[in-house]
């Protein structure tokens, strides 16, 4: 069972380089979201999406895009990396995220030097 | 603005000590709150409480909610050192869509 499966698992980055995360899951979820988690202040919404095709701004967008072409998968893009966005970041799936628990990736952490 | 605040942040006890651990919201129209567990990689689900006063249980651990005072509390009785881990805590927003999660409560287990 592999659940929602998250590439690569590390990554380091120079400033300005682009680089962009894979999230995969085979649960047929519709949702999708996309978090970075930061020490001391849990999980924090990057970018979501409720269903193939589309994306919406979480609490913390700016320097991210991401994309939803099929359903399975949800991509995070960084276009121009800095430091602030050296972090964890985590991608999670729901079937419908009122009734049921979303179910995370094991994490990419991101260092951006 | 929707905010979720746990408490104490850190914690560290002795095997075989109970603790408790606090999670308390304001958020526009609650539908559910959500306990998971994270030890070093990816945050596993442990409860979900949607009504008030209902005991969630499983083995040691155990979960209620107060939708009156706006805060649910996690129990860990008889703790081992595998319990060690990050706990959050999450609720899920009708009126956003999203889940608003906390700072989280490290809790270190001391053999």
């Known amino acids: 069972n592999a659940g929602v499966t998250q590439t690569p698992k590390f990554r380091v980055l120079k400033t300005g380089q682009s680089m962009t995360l894979l999230c995969a899951q085979d649960m047929n979820h519709e949702y999708m979201y996309w978090y970075r988690q930061d020490p001391g202040m849990g999980l924090r919404l990057i970018h979501y999406s409720v269903g193939e095709g589309t994306t919406a701004k979480g609490e913390v967008p700016d320097g991210y895009n991401v994309s939803r072409l099929k359903k399975q998968n949800f991509l995070l893009g960084l276009e121009s990396a800095a430091p602030s966005q050296t972090s964890v970041y985590f991608c999670?799936?729901?079937?419908?995220?009122?009734?049921?628990?979303?179910?995370f990736g094991a994490g990419t952490r991101l260092s951006v030097l | 603005e929707d905010k979720v605040v746990q408490s104490p942040l850190s914690l560290v006890v002795h095997e075989g000590d109970t603790v408790t651990l606090n999670c308390s919201y304001e958020?526009?129209?609650?539908?559910?709150l959500l306990w998971y567990k994270q030890e070093k990689k990816a945050p596993t689900f442990l409860f979900m409480l949607?009504?008030?006063?209902i005991e969630k249980k499983s083995g040691r651990l155990s979960s209620i909610l107060d939708k009156k005072e706006l805060f649910s509390i996690l129990n860990i009785t008889a703790t081992q050192t595998g319990d060690s881990a990050v706990y959050l805590c999450a609720v899920y927003s009708s009126n956003t869509g999203k889940l608003i999660f906390g700072q989280g409560t490290t809790l270190q287990v001391k053999p």
């Open positions: 958020v526009t129209n609650f539908r559910s």
């Open positions: 949607t009504s008030s006063g």
């Open positions: 999670a799936s729901a079937l419908d995220p009122a009734k049921n628990i979303q179910y």
